[in-house]
């Protein structure tokens, strides 16, 4: 199913492993834009300190993580299933 390259952003941070997410819903020739890019050049693929703020399993989910002194947080929400 595919997502927005927000949404794969947003998973980046909060779950373990950005560049699995990276490629999952795409091909590095998708990248185009520079500051998605560099977003990715900095993001940290382990961390001092994570938390979830917020959830609900299947609907949506707001992590906040940190690595150094360099505070990361994202929110996202399911994407919506067509019935057939």
Known sequence: M??????QIAI??????????LFWD??????TNPNEIEFYKYLP??????EL???SI???VTMVR???DKW???????????II
């Open 26 to 31: 795409g091909q590095p020739s998708g990248y």
């Open 12 to 21: 980046s941070i909060a779950i373990f492993s950005p560049l699995q997410f």
């Open 53 to 55: 703020l917020d959830g």
């Open 2 to 7: 595919p997502v927005s390259k927000g949404h």
């Open 45 to 50: 693929t382990t961390w001092d300190y994570s």
């Open 72 to 82: 990361f947080w994202a929110s996202y929400s399911a994407i919506p299933k067509t």
């Open 66 to 68: 940190k690595k150094n």
């Open 58 to 60: 299947g609907n949506y």
